[in-house]
């Protein structure tokens, strides 16, 4: 008899497709728009910054955007120094760190982060050397320095920052070449330029200083055909020798540098569904993985050039993870691997490549209880809350079919509340319900058993309306199945008699209700309730129950336990409404256990199911997210911590490894999968960085004689007076990934006594600071690398002022008169002692004579040989190098030793005999190291020395100046000094507008 049938809904079997689609289909949007802050919807480019805040150019002025919050900056009538136009078209950061803003109508302009002012650069009729037009389209800077801009009617030309002049570049004929507008700028190895012109694509020789390679690209070659507008440039990352042509009417095009030749067209079909809609492309992209993407007037794409096909993303105003809007007119790709879209009409969205091998079905059907795997692959699912109950994916071709109740006055039907799944090693299946007890269910014949509890003593009633917690299958007798039921405890069951053969008084657990079991190697079974976790010896049937207390750090975290996993190792894994707990069955009897460090833990700490994948991660979903705990090194690992599905509802211990790697977890509203191994790491790590300070909670502003002099991120030291007493400082992490879920801890010098964790709370309050000099320091509780730091010196009352003090002069002079009578009596009575000095010499200098000259025995060293001396070396290298210790301010040779797994003295034998050298000055190298290296990458530019030295592991300024010149023989100055000489010789790459 079949109890099976194809569910005829098209919105779940359509989710389900994906199988058989790209990856890239799945995608997942983040709209922001002017309910999210946006000055503007219409956006026309963004940028990166060093610092690494991204800048956004809207039709109704710019904005810097930190993750959290936008700042924006306009015109201001009366205000020279403020943005010329609103209607930003264009920009670009230059090796300086200024921003170069392009406008519609309001020329150049040129913003100092530093100082937040504008320098308007603007058209002047009668002046030559001024810019040729007040459009401004695309900018790119040159090794030299030089802002190259391309004008809506002014040609092209350059702006030289160092004589404050223009130079434009008119055609020698312009019956040939007339092309005002020039669109798109890409360099070319710094001898030239392509530019996308109104008039098709044209090679500018930097050299020469004139116009060549004119090419058309309509299909007639006709210079004066309207169609030769070129909008978009971009150079392809693997093949440099390719440009792609976004068109204003022909569609997308493939341009040969080499041949001048149009490789290939791609325009409008409306009979392929795999084709353009529009020949207007706006916007191309050629992502860090090598994916190309098409931003068009009527949608944005996913571009296969192999297969000839657009991958179309719509927009869908009832999914809110869909694209907001249609016209694309900027691409752009941030540090941590994020595409953002520039949309006409829409505001922005946002999607990360990396993460498309996330795929996340939502239904209607219900929670989606429990997971089993199949013979054949074949994935079982469990439902509740709907009216399927059971449904089996074939995940070959994507297709669903349920278990429905056929035989509608049957007792022995399967309920539409299923809650536990379990695939017999024989091929069968076990179904454990809510509210209709445990089913038998085989596929070979579609036979269905229902199982009952023949001994109605133990029970009012049988087991036909229980609830089945939890079920297991003995690996070592294949015939036993334990059954955990909610509120009656533990049974076994004979598959053989096919009955229940044994019950476990409920007195012996710390709850009845037992929802997950599993075995360990020695034969006992660990039991999951809601009221802490119990082990049962099945030889001498005691129970023993491991519960939470307050008062012992090594006992559970929480008495909830939703989560059981034993690994290879034979440690057991506990997930808890409070947390991951580590139980090591082998070395357990003392019943202590060991929690993971949750301050590096991004997630909530309740944990809904533990599953551990190929590479023996844990994979823990929780209510914030999945995350991956690294087993060998004992930590989470923060590049995953990004992957939201299903809204986050996931449900509790629903989930499962497949066969062939892939994690299956089960939610509130469907479910989700992905396969750990196919998922590329982010190590991208963003910086923390300070956004307000305010006084008596108000905003304090900079400006020339305030307490700020320049913006707060750009600020490292900040002074006040004794009676500024209430401070507050506010900072961020410019994670534009996750920006909700970023935690912090706090620590402030010579007042705090350590570090505590803030939480997701991202202000701190100070009140009352004594005088004296404090170093405020903040950072992610997800990686300690990454530090903020804000140095406050607080100056003392008049009562501690020069003048006060020298008033007490005069009473000093008269106390140091009667010391000084006194002292001359001490005197008196030490000359006496002094004549006895030279007797006492005699003895001492005998004593040592007697000693200097006896050899003592040569010390025994602590290694046995070579080459347990090479391997310390090595682990003391990768100490340093790789877990950064001389960062760490506490670093002592007992910390360092410990560390690296060796003890005091061999490691001081290490540092003395083998290197040389001894610990202080060992580590004080490598902080220099660090210092010069950073000098040497530029960070000098636009940090102070002293914060520079304070990241590299340095704690005091005078510390640091006077082991730099012991070292190196230099100051920290003279050295900046001598690596920016050297680096004149060597300029910056150049960068391109975006």
């Known amino acids: 008899m079949k109890y099976f049938i194809t569910i005829p809904c098209f919105s779940f079997l359509l989710s389900l497709s994906i199988y058989g689609q790209s990856r890239t289909q799945n995608l997942q949007f983040t709209n922001i728009t002017s309910k999210q802050g946006l000055a503007q919807n219409i956006v026309n480019c963004i940028i990166q910054d060093k610092k690494d805040f991204l800048w956004i150019g809207t039709a109704n002025g710019l904005q810097r955007y930190d993750g959290h919050r936008f700042k924006l900056y306009q015109h201001q009538l009366h205000n020279p120094n403020s943005l010329s136009n609103n209607y930003v078209l264009t920009l670009l950061e230059d090796q300086k760190g200024h921003i170069w803003i392009g406008t519609m109508g309001g020329g150049l302009n040129r913003f100092n982060p530093d100082t937040e002012e504008f320098v308007r650069f603007k058209h002047q009729k009668n002046d030559q050397s001024s810019i040729s037009d007040q459009v401004v389209h695309t900018l790119y800077e040159d090794q030299e320095g030089k802002i190259w801009i391309g004008f809506h009617e002014g040609y092209f030309g350059y702006f030289n920052p160092a004589t404050q002049k223009f130079k434009r570049f008119l055609p020698k004929d312009e019956s040939r070449f007339n092309a005002k507008r020039v669109f798109s700028i890409v360099n070319d190895h710094h001898q030239g330029f392509w530019l996308g012109t109104s008039q098709g694509l044209v090679y500018f020789d930097k050299k020469k200083e004139t116009y060549r390679d004119h090419s058309f690209i309509n299909k007639t070659q006709n210079r004066h055909h309207s169609n030769n507008a070129i909008y978009s440039l971009f150079r392809d990352l693997v093949q440099p020798h390719i440009l792609w042509l976004g068109t204003f009417h022909m569609g997308l095009i493939k341009f040969d540098t080499q041949t001048h030749k149009i490789v290939k067209r791609w325009e409008a079909n409306p009979q392929d569904t795999g084709s353009l809609k529009t020949n207007a492309v706006w916007s191309f992209f050629q992502d860090k993985l090598g994916n190309y993407w098409v931003g068009t007037k009527l949608g944005f794409y996913h571009f296969d050039p192999k297969a000839n096909k657009f991958t179309l993303f719509s927009s869908n105003a009832r999914n809110p993870s869909s694209i907001a809007g249609s016209y694309i007119q900027h691409i752009f790709q941030d540090k941590a691997g994020s595409i953002w879209l520039c949309s006409y009409d829409h505001g922005i969205s946002r999607f990360n490549p990396d993460f498309n091998h996330f795929y996340a079905f939502e239904s209607h059907f219900g929670q989606v209880s429990s997971f089993c795997e199949d013979q054949k692959g074949n994935l079982w699912l469990g439902i509740k809350r709907g009216t399927i109950g059971l449904a089996k994916l074939n995940r070959a071709n994507g297709r669903l079919k349920t278990f429905r109740q056929v035989l509608n006055n049957s007792p022995q039907v399967a309920a539409d509340e299923v809650n536990v799944l379990l695939n017999d090693i024989d091929g ?567």
């Open 428 to 994: 069968s299946l076990w179904i454990g319900t809510y509210g209709k007890g445990l089913y038998h269910y085989t596929p070979q014949n579609g036979a269905l058993k229902h199982y009952l509890y023949p001994i109605e003593s133990v029970f009012d009633t049988n087991l036909t309306n229980a609830d089945i917690g939890a079920i297991y299958q003995d690996k070592d007798d294949p015939d036993k199945l334990w059954i955990g039921v909610l509120s009656r405890g533990l049974f076994q069951l004979s598959k053989k008699l096919q009955k229940f053969v044994k019950y476990y008084p409920y007195t012996k657990f710390s709850q009845l209700s037992i929802i997950g079991i599993t075995k360990d190697h020695q034969g006992n079974l660990w039991l999951a309730t809601r009221k802490g976790l119990n082990k049962l010896d099945l030889k001498t049937e005691i129970v023993t129950q491991y519960l939470h207390s307050p008062q012992d750090k090594s006992s559970i975290s929480n008495n909830y336990i939703t989560s059981l996993y034993i690994d290879k190792q034979n440690i057991l894994w506990i997930g808890t409404r409070g947390g991951l707990n580590k139980f090591n069955l082998g070395t357990g009897k003392s019943g202590k256990f060991r929690r993971p460090p949750y301050k590096q833990n991004p997630a909530d700490p309740i944990i809904h199911k533990i599953i551990e994948d190929k590479a023996d991660n844990l994979w823990l979903s929780t209510n914030k997210g999945v995350i991956c705990f690294d087993k060998q090194k004992g930590i989470f690992r923060n590049e995953y911590r990004q992957l939201e599905l299903l809204g986050n509802e996931y449900q509790e211990g629903s989930g499962i490894l497949a066969k062939d790697g892939t994690i299956f977890l089960g939610g509130n509203n469907g479910f989700s999968s992905f396969d750990p191994g196919k998922i590329s790491k982010n190590n991208y790590s963003a910086p923390i960085v300070f956004t307000d300070f305010r006084l008596f909670n108000r905003p304090v502003k900079a400006g020339v004689n305030e307490i700020l002099t320049h913006p707060i991120w750009a600020t490292d030291t900040i002074e006040l007076s004794y009676k500024e007493n209430v401070i507050s400082l506010e900072f961020t992490k410019l994670d534009y990934i996750q920006a909700e879920g970023n935690t912090f801890e706090v620590f402030l010098e010579n007042f705090d006594q350590d570090w505590y964790n803030a939480g997701s709370k991202s202000q701190v309050t100070y009140a009352n600071l004594p005088a004296g000099r404090y170093i405020f320091r903040v950072r992610s509780t997800h990686s300690n690398h990454q530090e903020a730091r804000m140095v406050f010196i607080v100056h003392p009352p008049w009562w501690n002022t020069l003048w006060f003090k020298a008033s007490l002069t005069l009473f000093l002079v008269v106390s140091s008169y009667l010391l000084i009578q006194r002292y001359q009596t001490r005197n008196r009575r030490a000359k006496a002692l002094a004549d006895q000095v030279p007797e006492k010499t005699e003895k001492i200098t005998s004593v040592k004579e007697s000693t200097m000259f006896s050899t003592p025995p040569e010390p025994k060293s602590l290694f046995k040989n070579q080459k347990e001396i090479d391997q310390l070396q090595q682990k003391l290298q990768e100490a340093m190098e790789i877990q950064q210790l001389y960062k760490n301010e506490k670093l002592s040779l007992p910390i360092l030793a410990k560390e690296i797994g060796t003890t005091d003295k061999k490691l001081s034998e290490l540092l003395n005999k083998e290197l040389n050298t001894n610990f202080y000055e060992y580590v004080n190298l490598y902080r220099i190291k660090v210092f010069k290296e950073r000098i040497k990458k530029g960070e000098g530019q636009y940090k102070k020395m002293i914060s520079i030295a304070f990241d590299s592991g340095f704690y005091s300024k005078s510390t640091f100046n006077r082991i730099f010149k012991k070292h190196t023989g230099l100051t920290p100055t003279q050295f900046k000094k001598k690596v920016e000489a050297s680096n004149k010789q060597a300029p910056e790459q150049p960068k391109s507008s975006q």
